[in-house]
């Protein structure tokens, strides 16, 4: 059985392939003798689901996105009422990230490797960052959110899925595949732009073109998981193309 300590968090919109990719990684590592586990970290707490309902109950619902077949969203947001909220949700929203970062390093004590398919705590402030898009701009924003950066644990490598390659007709065709509804485009470049910039922020990490196939996609994760395994420098600041 080989020994290596490392998380590694994949991240992407809906969509892109995190969760195949996951899967990938886990059995070609497993066969090499490492111990694996994948899991969901990011916010969806249970605390944090029961203070999403409580907004959408006090205000009546004049807080809410409501995602439709198509990709269209509306947007259901009281401006004066979501900015008195800042920083109470900031509050809610942190306590529910370290749970969610204890949750990593209880599996990181029993698992050599960890694997978070759906963005950790990156996805956390992409999503923030979205709401709250008209009352910040993105540097302030990020400034906010960074102390939740803090808490994912130095041993980390993050992989970017980057959708800018990736037309918006072949992401609707896998969400059709899926039988999951279209998240907004503008909401998915949205959060590609986030990404990048969070991803940047650490020390290891690697931007992957969403759009290559899936076996070149998986051969190139797995060839970058080993590099940092090894202690090779690991970062990549442009996209890998196809």
Partial sequence: MKLGKLLVVLLGPQGVGKTTQALLLKKKLSRLG????ITESIYHTIILKIWYKLIITLTGRRIRYKFHPNGAIEEFVEPNMLKRMINIDFMINLISAVISALKIRL???????????????????????????KHMDIRTL???????????PKNA???????ARLR?????????????LSEPWYYIKHQSLIY?????????YVILDAGMDGNSLSKLTTNFVLQSLSGEETSCPRTKNR
Wanted: a positive charge; one cysteine or more.
């Fill in 142 to 152: 990020i400034d906010k959110y960074c102390i939740f950066l803090r808490l994912i």
């Fill in 107 to 133: 599996l990181s004590a029993i698992f050599p490797i960890v694997i978070e398919h759906e963005g950790f705590l990156y996805n956390q402030v992409a999503y923030l960052s979205f709401i709250y898009r």
């Fill in 157 to 163: 490598l993050v992989i970017v899925l980057d959708v």
């Fill in 196 to 204: 990048k910039a969070l991803a940047r922020l650490c020390q290891k």
């Fill in 34 to 37: 490492y111990r694996v586990t």
């Fill in 168 to 180: 918006q007709e072949d992401l609707q065709a896998r969400y059709r595949r899926r039988g999951s």
